[in-house]
Every structure is written in structure tokens, then in C-alpha cells.
């Protein structure tokens, strides 16, 4: 079937304390201690490397923010918001491993995908590879969530024994939503093996039920986000009752006696 697709966004952007910029897009690198490793992605090292580095906590930029829609003639079917972080374990030259961070560039993603039925399909392509996620919609429980992500691409870090990397999770239920709502998150990541992480930042996501217009639904939050809402909602809770106790005893204060003296 014919489909139309939009990626809009700006330029992408990446800091450390040493970047390295590569001929596909933004790669920084963060050196560990030295171990015996395979290929990154398919099997793990025999002395497992340290965790990976975090993304920052802090909201993503928006000029590396990407807005990806597929839709089936004129009916979207999947609507993703997000920067799109890959990082990915490597040998080195030397034998020991590397963390490597790929930011995409949304300016040269290209969109594709499938609507078919309760299993919806978003493919993105950029200049050295490709990401693909696979959508399971729950008609029982009406919730959907990503079950299948896959990930190749060619980046060449500095020092880098190896440029192809590939991992895939065909087991996932992650990023669940009911059905007609969003699911926003401000920092999800998703492990598809040991050695290759990819984090969606500032996330937005719709996979069922979106409107004609492709505009989200009601936004469903990811825990984090809500174990960081809770202790706030209380505490402006808190303060309100506060505030109105203390403006009842005010009123109370200011208000003239009933009984005059003899």
C-alpha cells in the first residue's frame, strides 16, 4: 500500500569532555579498562566491561530532537518524538573496549513503516545504518508496547577494531501505553544485548488509535517520570492545605466579637 511518512527536525549536536565527529553523524567515546572482548552486539566479553555510560538527565536539545510519523494513506499509524542515542561497547585496536555514543540526525533519517493489523512497524534509515521497531497492540488488555527492536549501522569510533555493529530483542514489552494515549518518557533506554543500548530521550510515542492529524493522545508517563511527579503533587498538596489554614485563622482573627462589654 502507498504511505507517506515526515522526519522534521534540525541539525544534530553531541558534547564530552573529547568528541569526535564521524563522516555519518556525531560519536563520542568513553575508554574502559582493558579486557578480552568479541564483536559488540551479538556475544559478550569473557570479562564483562564496566556499565555504560548514562545519558545526561537533562531534557534533550531540540535540534537533535527527531519527530517521526508513518501513516497508511491518509490514517497515521505510529508517531514518534524523541532524540535517538545509540551506544554500543567496542574492542579497540589495543584489546581493550571503548563505549561509543551515535546521536541521529534526524535531518537525514528517512521513514518507513507498516500498519498492518495489531502489529505496527517503524523503520528508520540514516546514512550508515538503520533502526527498526516492532509494535504489539494487547485488544485484551488495550495496551500497546514496543515488542521487537533491531539495530545495524556502520560508525567508525576512534581507535575501533571493528565498525559494524548489530544486536536485535525480539522479547520486549517495553514502553506500554493504553491504547489511544501516548507514552512520554524524558529518558528511556532499551538494551538489546549486553554490549549495544539505545536511549530515547525527551520521548513521545503513539502506536494505536491516533487521530487523522497524527496529534497525540492523552499522555501516559513512564514510572520514572511519575516517581518524580509524586513527592511533588504531594507537596504542592501540602502547601495548599497550609495556605488554607492559615487564611481560615486570619478570618478568624480579624473577625469582630459578637459580645460587647457591660
Not at 509524586?230 to 469582630?256: H, S, T
Request: with cysteine; glycine share 8%.
Amino acid at each position: 500500500p502507498t504511505s507517506n511518512s515526515t522526519a522534521t527536525s534540525q541539525g544534530p549536536s553531541t558534547a564530552t569532555h573529547r568528541p569526535a565527529t564521524t563522516s555519518h553523524g556525531n560519536a563520542t567515546v568513553h575508554p574502559t579498562s582493558n579486557s578480552t572482548a568479541t564483536s559488540p552486539g551479538l556475544t559478550s566479553s569473557a570479562h564483562p566491561g564496566p556499565p555504560p555510560p548514562s545519558p545526561s538527565p537533562s531534557p534533550a536539545s531540540k535540534e537533535t530532537i527527531g519527530d517521526y510519523m508513518w501513516t497508511n494513506g491518509s490514517q497515521p499509524c505510529v508517531h514518534l518524538q524523541a532524540q535517538i542515542q545509540i551506544r554500543v561497547m567496542y574492542t579497540t585496536q589495543g584489546g581493550g573496549e571503548a563505549w561509543g555514543i551515535s546521536v541521529l540526525n534526524p535531518n537525514k533519517t528517512k521513514v518507513q513503516g507498516s500498519c498492518e493489523g495489531a502489529h505496527p512497524h517503524l523503520l528508520l534509515s540514516f546514512p550508515y545504518g538503520h533502526l527498526s521497531f516492532g509494535f504489539m497492540q494487547d485488544l485484551q488488555q488495550r495496551v500497546v508496547y514496543l515488542s521487537y527492536m533491531a539495530v545495524e549501522y556502520n560508525v567508525s569510533f576512534p581507535h575501533a577494531a571493528q565498525w559494524t555493529f548489530s544486536a536485535q530483542n525480539a522479547s520486549l514489552r517495553d514502553l506500554q501505553a493504553p491504547l489511544g494515549q501516548s507514552f512520554s518518557c524524558s529518558n528511556s533506554s532499551i538494551i538489546l544485548s549486553p554490549a549495544v543500548h539505545l536511549d530515547l530521550l525527551s520521548l513521545r510515542l503513539q502506536a494505536a488509535q491516533l487521530p487523522h492529524t497524527g496529534v497525540f493522545g492523552q499522555s501516559f508517563s513512564c514510572p520514572s517520570d511519575r516517581s518524580i511527579l509524586l513527592p511533588l503533587i504531594i507537596g504542592l498538596v501540602l502547601l495548599g492545605l497550609l495556605a488554607l489554614v492559615l487564611i481560615a485563622f486570619c478570618i478568624v482573627r480579624r473577625r469582630p466579637s459578637a459580645y460587647q462589654a457591660l
